[in-house]
C-alpha cells in the first residue's frame, strides 16, 4: 500500500527531470546518431535583400565526403512549398510565400538558399565555401515607419505593399465600453508618448537541431521544438506527407521561451532531403546561425494616448502599435501584438478602449513568440503610461494605480476589452510587496539623495500586471482566427504492478511537468509520488497535443490529467464495489482506497488495477481496463497578477544603472509544486530585466544583424543580474479544479517596466520622462546631460529608422 | 595526427584532424556527448570540462592541445553511482531547468570551489560569469554553488573525505 497522505499539491518536490540532466545522460537532438546519418549545413544569405542570379553547386557536389547539394529548386521545382501561418488575423491580411531554401530572392540575411548533404557535419560544412552565388543587390527596408512610408521600396513586390494587416479593437463598436474618442474630447487630463519595444533574441541556450529517419514506415523526426504535435500536423500539411506516417519526438529540449514554437523551414528541408536520399539525416545549427535565423521577438512602435479625470480617475485608452514581422510570417508572428491587445487596460477599470495594430513587413528576421508574446509589451506600455500619468496628476504612482485598479470585492470582472478576470486580490499583493520592499523607507532615502545631490541616484519603479494565460478556450482562439484550438490531452494508463504512466500533451522543455504531473496524480489517485511517470514528447505515445507555450501547461494540460484521473477513479470504483460487493454509492475514495462507508472493508487502487489486468472477476458489461483519457478544453483563461517593485541606483556620472532591491509578490492561483514556480519567476525576471538593461537586436544600413553572436548580444550573466525577493499571495483561480494560474511568463511580463519605471524615476528631476531600452549607461547619460530622449525618435535622423536602431542609441 | 587523452577515467587514443576542437572531439569520437555546444564564440561555457584538473572551455582548446593530458567531464563526475556533491546541490536546489547549460554551469563550479572553497555570493556570481544560463536567473545556482561549498567544507565528514579523488575537487 502506497497511500499519500500528506497532499503531493503545494509540496516542494525536488525535480526527477534533473537525474538525467545533471550526469550527462542527455538526450538533446544534436547527441542522436543513427547508422549511416548524413549531416546537413545550410548556406545562407549574407544579404538583406537581392535577387539570386544563379547558384552554382558544382564545385561543392565534388568536394570530399559531399553526398548532394540542393538548392531551393531542387527541393521544390515548382515553387508551391509555404511554410504555415497559423495565425491569419484579418481575412485581408497580406502573406507572402515563405520557401523551405530561398530561390528567387532572399528577403533577409540568413535566409537559407542551398544545403549541402555530407558524410560528417564539417565536410558539410567545409563545402558551403564552395557555392558560388551571384546576387543582385535589391532596395533594403529596415523600420517600422519607413517600410511605411509612401515611397519605400517593397520587401515583396508581389504584394504590392509593406503592410501585413491592420488589426483593429475598439470598445464602443464592440459594445464592450464606451468610445475613446469621446474620451479624450471631453479629458481633463490626456498624456499621449511614444515607447518603443526592441527587437529581442529569445535565445534558448540549446540552439536548433532536427534528425530525420525516413527507414522505418513512419518518418521519424527528432527536433528541439517546443512544438512535436503541431509541428507533426503541419509538416504533414505542408509537405503532403500523410500524418500517419510521420512521428514526432521532441527529446530532451534546452529551453525554448517562445523561440522553438515555430515550424522551420530548416525541418522542412531535412525530411525533404531524408526522403529523397532514403537516409538519415541531421541539421544542427551553430548560434551564429541561430541569432539570425531563428524568429526575433518584440519590436513594436507603441503610440499610447491616455485620459483621466484631475481626481486621477482614468476615462480612457488609445493604443496604436506598429510591430516589425520581420521577412516573412512566423507560425503565428501576426497574432503576437494582438494577445496584447486585451491587456492594456490591464488590471485598471477604463470605461473606453481602442486598440489599432499595423503589422509591417521589413527585411529582417522574422519575429514571432518570445516568452509573454504580446503581453510584456502591454504590460510595458500600460505600465509606463501610469507613471506618467501620475507625474502630470501629480499624484503618488501607487495611489494613480489602486484608484484605478479593480478591488479584490469586484470578481469576477468584465474588463473593457470583453475578458472576465474570474479572481484576483492587487490589494493583498501590493501590500505585501510594499512591506518586502520597505516602500516608505526607500521612498525617504530617495528624497534625502535628491536633496542632498548625490551623485547616485535613487528611483522606485512599479508594475502591477495582470495577464491573460493558459491560452485557451477554443471558442476564442476561434474568435481571432487562430489556427487551432486551445484544448489538451492528457491519458492515465493503469499497469498491472500498481504503477502509473502519464501521458501528456503538454511538451516540457525545462519546465518540469514531469515532476508537477507526478504530484498531481499522485494526489488524484493516491498512488506514490515515484509510481508515477510522465510520458511526453512523443506523437507515437503521446498521440494528442497541442503542446507548451503561453503558460498553458498546467492551467490546461495540467488540468487535463485530472480529468483523466477522475474518469481512472470512476472506472475503479465499479469494480470496486463488485469486489467488495457493496453499491457504488457506499464507497468513499481517499487516499487511493476504496472504503465502504462505516466499516473496514477497502480496497486500494493498485488492487483494482491488478483485478482489472487479470479480468477474471469483473462485473457483466465492464471491460478489463482502467486507463483513461481525457481532453480538456478550458472555459476561461487565467488571469495571474502581482505587483513588482524595483529600486534601482543611477550614476548620474556614469549612466550606469545598478539594481538595489527587486521584490516581486506573483498571484498565480494555488501551487502545485513551489519550488518549481519560484524558478520560473527568477528565469522570467531574468529575461525581463535584461530587456529592460541589456538586450538588443541591432541592425546596421545594410541589413545585417550586429549582435549576431553572445559576445555583441548581452545576455546577462550572474553578475549582471540582482538576487531576487520573491513571494505570493493565493488567490485561487475559479476557472479550474486545482485553482492554478500560469506562471511560465509573469516574470517576464511585469518586470520590464518595472526597471524603466525605476531608472526614470531616479532621472525624472534632470527632465528626462523617457530612454529607449535597452537602458545601457551611454543612454541614460546621454538622457541625463540633454534632458528628455523623445522614444518617438525612432525613424528619423541619421541612421535613425532602422528598424532597433535609433539615433541616439543603436549598439552603443 | 594520433593523440592519447585521457577522458573520466579511460585512455583514447585516435586520429584527429588539427583543426579539431576539443569539444567536437568528445562529443563525435568519444560519445561524450553529455559536454554540449552552446555558441561558437566562447561565450557560454556550455561545454566546460576540466583540462588536468582546470576549467577550461572545450571549444576553445584544440583536440590535439589535449594530448596527454586528462578531461573530465560531467559524465566522469559521479563516483560508484554516487554524485558529486556540487551535482547533488544542483539538484537540492532546483538550480536548473533545460539543463542544457548544466554540465558547463557544474564543472565551472567545481572549480570555482577549488580556488575559493567559501565563496560569498559575489564571488560566486563572479566565478559563473563565462557561464550562460537563460532559465534560472542565477539565483538558485548562487544558492546550490554555495550549498556545496558547505557540504565540501573542511570537517565535513566522510563526504568531504571522498572528495580526495575528484579533479578539481577542492575543499581541502
Same mark, same amino acid.
Given at each position: 500500500?502506497?497511500?499519500?497522505?500528506?497532499?503531493?499539491?503545494?509540496?516542494?518536490?525536488?525535480?526527477?527531470?534533473?537525474?538525467?540532466?545533471?550526469?550527462?545522460?542527455?538526450?538533446?537532438?544534436?547527441?542522436?546518431?543513427?547508422?549511416?546519418?548524413?549531416?546537413?549545413?545550410?548556406?545562407?544569405?549574407?544579404?538583406?535583400?537581392?535577387?539570386?542570379?544563379?547558384?552554382?553547386?558544382?564545385?561543392?557536389?565534388?568536394?570530399?565526403?559531399?553526398?548532394?547539394?540542393?538548392?531551393?529548386?531542387?527541393?521544390?521545382?515548382?515553387?508551391?512549398?509555404?511554410?504555415?501561418?497559423?495565425?491569419?488575423?484579418?481575412?485581408?491580411?497580406?502573406?507572402?510565400?515563405?520557401?523551405?531554401?530561398?530561390?528567387?530572392?532572399?528577403?533577409?540575411?540568413?535566409?537559407?538558399?542551398?544545403?549541402?548533404?555530407?558524410?560528417?557535419?564539417?565536410?558539410?560544412?567545409?563545402?558551403?565555401?564552395?557555392?558560388?552565388?551571384?546576387?543582385?543587390?535589391?532596395?533594403?527596408?529596415?523600420?517600422?515607419?519607413?517600410?511605411?512610408?509612401?515611397?519605400?521600396?517593397?520587401?515583396?513586390?508581389?504584394?504590392?505593399?509593406?503592410?501585413?494587416?491592420?488589426?483593429?479593437?475598439?470598445?464602443?463598436?464592440?459594445?464592450?465600453?464606451?468610445?475613446?474618442?469621446?474620451?479624450?474630447?471631453?479629458?481633463?487630463?490626456?498624456?499621449?508618448?511614444?515607447?518603443?519595444?526592441?527587437?529581442?533574441?529569445?535565445?534558448?541556450?540549446?540552439?536548433?537541431?532536427?534528425?530525420?529517419?525516413?527507414?522505418?514506415?513512419?518518418?521519424?523526426?527528432?527536433?528541439?521544438?517546443?512544438?512535436?504535435?503541431?509541428?507533426?500536423?503541419?509538416?504533414?500539411?505542408?509537405?503532403?506527407?500523410?500524418?500517419?506516417?510521420?512521428?514526432?519526438?521532441?527529446?530532451?529540449?534546452?529551453?525554448?521561451?517562445?523561440?522553438?514554437?515555430?515550424?522551420?523551414?530548416?525541418?522542412?528541408?531535412?525530411?525533404?532531403?531524408?526522403?529523397?536520399?532514403?537516409?538519415?539525416?541531421?541539421?544542427?545549427?551553430?548560434?551564429?546561425?541561430?541569432?539570425?535565423?531563428?524568429?526575433?521577438?518584440?519590436?513594436?512602435?507603441?503610440?499610447?494616448?491616455?485620459?483621466?479625470?484631475?481626481?486621477?480617475?482614468?476615462?480612457?485608452?488609445?493604443?496604436?502599435?506598429?510591430?516589425?514581422?520581420?521577412?516573412?510570417?512566423?507560425?503565428?508572428?501576426?497574432?503576437?501584438?494582438?494577445?496584447?491587445?486585451?491587456?492594456?487596460?490591464?488590471?485598471?477599470?477604463?470605461?473606453?478602449?481602442?486598440?489599432?495594430?499595423?503589422?509591417?513587413?521589413?527585411?529582417?528576421?522574422?519575429?514571432?513568440?518570445?516568452?509573454?508574446?504580446?503581453?510584456?509589451?502591454?504590460?510595458?506600455?500600460?505600465?509606463?503610461?501610469?507613471?506618467?500619468?501620475?507625474?502630470?496628476?501629480?499624484?503618488?504612482?501607487?495611489?494613480?494605480?489602486?484608484?484605478?485598479?479593480?478591488?479584490?470585492?469586484?470578481?469576477?470582472?468584465?474588463?473593457?476589452?470583453?475578458?472576465?478576470?474570474?479572481?484576483?486580490?492587487?490589494?493583498?499583493?501590493?501590500?505585501?510587496?510594499?512591506?518586502?520592499?520597505?516602500?516608505?523607507?526607500?521612498?525617504?532615502?530617495?528624497?534625502?539623495?535628491?536633496?542632498?545631490?548625490?551623485?547616485?541616484?535613487?528611483?522606485?519603479? $512599479?508594475?502591477?500586471?495582470?495577464? @491573460?494565460?493558459?491560452?485557451? &478556450?477554443?471558442? +476564442?482562439?476561434? =474568435? /481571432?482566427?487562430?489556427? !487551432?484550438?486551445?484544448?489538451?490531452?492528457?491519458?492515465?494508463?493503469?499497469?498491472?504492478?500498481?504503477?502509473?504512466?502519464?501521458?501528456?500533451?503538454?511538451?516540457?522543455?525545462?519546465?518540469?511537468?514531469?515532476?508537477?504531473?507526478?504530484?498531481?496524480?499522485?494526489?488524484?489517485?493516491?498512488?506514490?509520488?515515484?509510481?508515477?511517470?510522465?510520458?511526453?514528447?512523443?506523437?507515437?505515445?503521446?498521440?494528442?497535443?497541442?503542446?507548451?507555450?503561453?503558460?498553458?501547461?498546467?492551467?490546461?494540460?495540467?488540468?487535463?490529467?485530472?480529468?483523466?484521473?477522475?474518469?481512472?477513479?470512476?472506472?475503479?470504483?465499479?469494480?470496486?464495489?463488485?469486489?467488495?460487493?457493496?453499491?457504488?454509492?457506499?464507497?468513499?475514495?481517499?487516499?487511493?482506497?476504496?472504503?465502504?462507508?462505516?466499516?473496514?472493508?477497502?480496497?486500494?487502487?493498485?488492487? $483494482?488495477?491488478?483485478?482489472?489486468? @487479470?479480468?477474471?472477476?469483473? &462485473?457483466?458489461? +465492464?471491460?478489463? =481496463? /482502467?486507463?483513461?483519457? !481525457?481532453?480538456?478544453?478550458?472555459?476561461?483563461?487565467?488571469?495571474?497578477?502581482?505587483?513588482?517593485?524595483?529600486?534601482?541606483?543611477?550614476?548620474?556620472?556614469?549612466?550606469?544603472?545598478?539594481?538595489?532591491?527587486?521584490?516581486?509578490?506573483?498571484?498565480?492561483?494555488?501551487?502545485?509544486?513551489?519550488?518549481?514556480?519560484?524558478?520560473?519567476?527568477?528565469?522570467?525576471?531574468?529575461?525581463?530585466?535584461?530587456?529592460?538593461?541589456?538586450?538588443?537586436?541591432?541592425?546596421?544600413?545594410?541589413?545585417?544583424?550586429?549582435?549576431?553572436?553572445?559576445?555583441?548580444?548581452?545576455?546577462?550573466?550572474?553578475?549582471?543580474?540582482?538576487?531576487?525577493?520573491?513571494?505570493?499571495?493565493?488567490?485561487?483561480?475559479?476557472?479550474?479544479?486545482?485553482?492554478?494560474?500560469?506562471?511560465?511568463?509573469?516574470?517576464?511580463?511585469?518586470?520590464?517596466?518595472?526597471?524603466?519605471?525605476?531608472?526614470?524615476?531616479?532621472?525624472?528631476?534632470?527632465? +528626462?520622462?523617457?530612454?529607449?531600452?535597452?537602458?545601457?549607461?551611454?543612454?541614460?547619460?546621454?538622457?541625463?546631460?540633454?534632458?528628455?530622449?523623445?522614444?518617438?525618435?525612432?525613424?528619423?535622423?541619421?541612421?535613425?529608422?532602422?528598424?532597433?536602431?535609433?539615433?541616439?542609441?543603436?549598439?552603443? | 595526427?594520433?593523440?592519447?587523452?585521457?577522458?573520466?577515467?579511460?585512455?583514447?587514443?585516435?586520429?584527429?584532424?588539427?583543426?579539431?576542437?576539443?569539444?567536437?572531439?568528445?562529443?563525435?569520437?568519444?560519445?561524450?556527448?553529455?559536454?554540449?555546444?552552446?555558441?561558437?564564440?566562447?561565450?557560454?561555457?556550455?561545454?566546460?570540462?576540466?583540462?588536468?584538473?582546470?576549467?577550461?572551455?572545450?571549444?576553445?582548446?584544440?583536440?590535439?592541445?589535449?594530448?596527454?593530458?586528462?578531461?573530465?567531464?560531467?559524465?566522469?563526475?559521479?563516483?560508484?553511482?554516487?554524485?558529486?556533491?556540487?551535482?547533488?546541490?544542483?539538484?537540492?536546489?532546483?538550480?536548473?531547468?533545460?539543463?542544457?547549460?548544466?554540465?558547463?554551469?557544474?564543472?565551472?563550479?567545481?572549480?570555482?570551489?577549488?580556488?575559493?572553497?567559501?565563496?560569498?555570493?559575489?564571488?560566486?556570481?563572479?566565478?559563473?560569469?563565462?557561464?550562460?544560463?537563460?532559465?534560472?536567473?542565477?539565483?538558485?545556482?548562487?544558492?546550490?554553488?554555495?550549498?556545496?561549498?558547505?557540504?565540501?567544507?573542511?570537517?565535513?565528514?566522510?563526504?568531504?573525505?571522498?572528495?580526495?579523488?575528484?579533479?578539481?575537487?577542492?575543499?581541502?
Amino acid at each position: 500500500m502506497t497511500a499519500t497522505v500528506e497532499p503531493e499539491i503545494g509540496k516542494a518536490r525536488l525535480r526527477k527531470e534533473d537525474a538525467r540532466l545533471i550526469t550527462g545522460s542527455t538526450r538533446w537532438t544534436d547527441n542522436l546518431s543513427l547508422p549511416g546519418m548524413l549531416h546537413l549545413a545550410v548556406l545562407r544569405s549574407p544579404f538583406a535583400h537581392a535577387k539570386i542570379v544563379s547558384v552554382d553547386t558544382s564545385a561543392a557536389k565534388t568536394a570530399p565526403g559531399v553526398i548532394a547539394v540542393y538548392t531551393g529548386k531542387d527541393l521544390d521545382p515548382e515553387s508551391t512549398i509555404g511554410m504555415p501561418c497559423a495565425w491569419p488575423i484579418t481575412p485581408d491580411m497580406k502573406s507572402p510565400r515563405r520557401p523551405v531554401l530561398a530561390s528567387d530572392t532572399v528577403n533577409f540575411a540568413g535566409e537559407g538558399l542551398a544545403v549541402v548533404v555530407a558524410r560528417t557535419s564539417a565536410e558539410a560544412h567545409d563545402a558551403l565555401e564552395s557555392i558560388d552565388v551571384e546576387y543582385e543587390d535589391l532596395p533594403v527596408v529596415l523600420g517600422i515607419e519607413n517600410a511605411l512610408a509612401e515611397d519605400s521600396p517593397l520587401v515583396h513586390e508581389e504584394l504590392g505593399t509593406n503592410r501585413n494587416a491592420l488589426w483593429v479593437f475598439d470598445s464602443a463598436e464592440a459594445g464592450t465600453g464606451s468610445s475613446v474618442e469621446d474620451a479624450i474630447a471631453n479629458a481633463e487630463v490626456t498624456v499621449k508618448r511614444r515607447f518603443r519595444q526592441q527587437r529581442l533574441v529569445p535565445a534558448f541556450m540549446e540552439p536548433r537541431a532536427c534528425v530525420v529517419d525516413p527507414t522505418s514506415t513512419q518518418i521519424t523526426m527528432w527536433a528541439a521544438t517546443q512544438v512535436p504535435h503541431i509541428l507533426k500536423t503541419m509538416a504533414s500539411l505542408t509537405l503532403g506527407i500523410p500524418e500517419h506516417k510521420l512521428r514526432v519526438i521532441a527529446p530532451d529540449v534546452g529551453g525554448g521561451f517562445g523561440g522553438k514554437i515555430g515550424v522551420l523551414p530548416e525541418e522542412m528541408m531535412c525530411l525533404l532531403v531524408a526522403q529523397k536520399l532514403g537516409k538519415p539525416v541531421k541539421w544542427n545549427e551553430s548560434r551564429s546561425e541561430t541569432m539570425v535565423a531563428a524568429h526575433h521577438g518584440r519590436d513594436q512602435i507603441q503610440d499610447i494616448t491616455i485620459t483621466a479625470k484631475r481626481d486621477g480617475t482614468v476615462t480612457g485608452l488609445k493604443v496604436e502599435l506598429l510591430a516589425d514581422m520581420g521577412a516573412y510570417l512566423g507560425l503565428v508572428g501576426p497574432g503576437v501584438p494582438i494577445l496584447g491587445a486585451f491587456m492594456f487596460n490591464s488590471i485598471y477599470k477604463f470605461p473606453a478602449y481602442h486598440f489599432a495594430c499595423t503589422n509591417v513587413f521589413t527585411n529582417t528576421t522574422l519575429t514571432d513568440a518570445y516568452r509573454g508574446a504580446g503581453r510584456p509589451e502591454a504590460t510595458f506600455g500600460i505600465e509606463r503610461i501610469m507613471d506618467e500619468l501620475a507625474v502630470e496628476l501629480g499624484m503618488e504612482p501607487l495611489e494613480l494605480r489602486e484608484k484605478n485598479w479593480i478591488k479584490h470585492e469586484e470578481f469576477p470582472f468584465t474588463t473593457v476589452c470583453g475578458l472576465t478576470y474570474d479572481s484576483g486580490n492587487y490589494e493583498a499583493a501590493t501590500a505585501k510587496a510594499k512591506e518586502l520592499f520597505d516602500y516608505d523607507g526607500l521612498r525617504r532615502e530617495q528624497a534625502e539623495r535628491r536633496a542632498s545631490k548625490d551623485p547616485v541616484q535613487l528611483g522606485i519603479g $512599479i508594475s502591477t500586471f495582470t495577464e @491573460m494565460c493558459g491560452l485557451a &478556450p477554443s471558442r +476564442v482562439l476561434g =474568435s /481571432l482566427a487562430y489556427g !487551432a484550438g486551445g484544448w489538451e490531452h492528457a491519458q492515465i494508463r493503469m499497469l498491472a504492478t500498481g504503477k502509473v504512466e502519464v501521458v501528456t500533451g503538454a511538451s516540457a522543455h525545462g519546465q518540469g511537468h514531469e515532476t508537477a504531473w507526478s504530484q498531481i496524480v499522485a494526489d488524484q489517485l493516491g498512488v506514490a509520488f515515484e509510481d508515477v511517470e510522465v510520458l511526453h514528447g512523443d506523437t507515437q505515445s503521446s498521440h494528442k497535443g497541442l503542446d507548451t507555450y503561453g503558460s498553458r501547461s498546467l492551467v490546461v494540460g495540467g488540468i487535463a490529467v485530472v480529468k483523466a484521473a477522475e474518469k481512472v477513479i470512476a472506472k475503479a470504483r465499479v469494480i470496486a464495489a463488485h469486489l467488495l460487493e457493496c453499491a457504488e454509492d457506499d464507497l468513499e475514495f481517499k487516499n487511493g482506497n476504496f472504503t465502504v462507508k462505516g466499516t473496514e472493508a477497502a480496497k486500494n487502487i493498485a488492487e $483494482i488495477a491488478f483485478a482489472a489486468f @487479470m479480468a477474471h472477476d469483473l &462485473p457483466d458489461g +465492464v471491460e478489463p =481496463s /482502467l486507463d483513461s483519457d !481525457a481532453t480538456y478544453d478550458p472555459e476561461n483563461f487565467s488571469f495571474p497578477h502581482g505587483t513588482h517593485l524595483c529600486a534601482t541606483e543611477v550614476d548620474t556620472e556614469t549612466g550606469r544603472v545598478t539594481i538595489r532591491s527587486y521584490v516581486c509578490v506573483d498571484d498565480i492561483g494555488s501551487v502545485v509544486n513551489p519550488i518549481i514556480v519560484e524558478g520560473q519567476v527568477h528565469g522570467g525576471l531574468a529575461q525581463g530585466i535584461a530587456q529592460a538593461l541589456y538586450e538588443e537586436a541591432v541592425y546596421d544600413e545594410s541589413g545585417t544583424l550586429q549582435s549576431g553572436t553572445f559576445a555583441d548580444y548581452l545576455l546577462p550573466s550572474a553578475v549582471d543580474l540582482p538576487h531576487f525577493v520573491t513571494d505570493r499571495t493565493e488567490t485561487p483561480a475559479t476557472s479550474n479544479p486545482l485553482g492554478v494560474k500560469g506562471v511560465g511568463e509573469a516574470g517576464t511580463i511585469a518586470s520590464t517596466p518595472a526597471v524603466v519605471n525605476s531608472v526614470i524615476d531616479a532621472v525624472r528631476q534632470f527632465g +528626462v520622462d523617457d530612454i529607449e531600452m535597452p537602458l545601457s549607461p551611454m543612454r541614460v547619460w546621454h538622457a541625463i546631460q540633454h534632458g528628455t530622449t523623445d522614444a518617438g525618435d525612432v525613424a528619423t535622423g541619421a541612421g535613425g529608422g532602422l528598424g532597433s536602431i535609433d539615433s541616439a542609441g543603436g549598439a552603443q | 595526427m594520433r593523440i592519447t587523452v585521457n577522458v573520466d577515467g579511460t585512455s583514447y587514443s585516435d586520429e584527429v584532424e588539427p583543426r579539431t576542437l576539443l569539444v567536437h572531439h568528445l562529443r563525435e569520437k568519444l560519445g561524450k556527448v553529455g559536454t554540449v555546444v552552446g555558441c561558437d564564440t566562447s561565450n557560454c561555457g556550455a561545454c566546460t570540462v576540466h583540462l588536468d584538473g582546470q576549467s577550461v572551455k572545450s571549444c576553445s582548446v584544440l583536440a590535439v592541445q589535449a594530448d596527454g593530458c586528462e578531461v573530465t567531464t560531467v559524465e566522469g563526475l559521479a563516483r560508484d553511482g554516487e554524485l558529486h556533491p556540487v551535482q547533488k546541490a544542483f539538484h537540492d536546489n532546483h538550480a536548473l531547468q533545460c539543463g542544457f547549460c548544466t554540465p558547463g554551469m557544474i564543472m565551472q563550479s567545481i572549480d570555482l570551489l577549488a580556488d575559493n572553497p567559501d565563496p560569498d555570493e559575489k564571488a560566486v556570481r563572479e566565478g559563473l560569469e563565462g557561464n550562460l544560463c537563460r532559465c534560472t536567473g542565477y539565483q538558485n545556482i548562487v544558492k546550490a554553488v554555495r550549498d556545496a561549498a558547505h557540504q565540501m567544507r573542511p570537517g565535513a565528514g566522510p563526504e568531504a573525505e571522498r572528495l580526495g579523488s575528484h579533479v578539481g575537487g577542492g575543499g581541502e
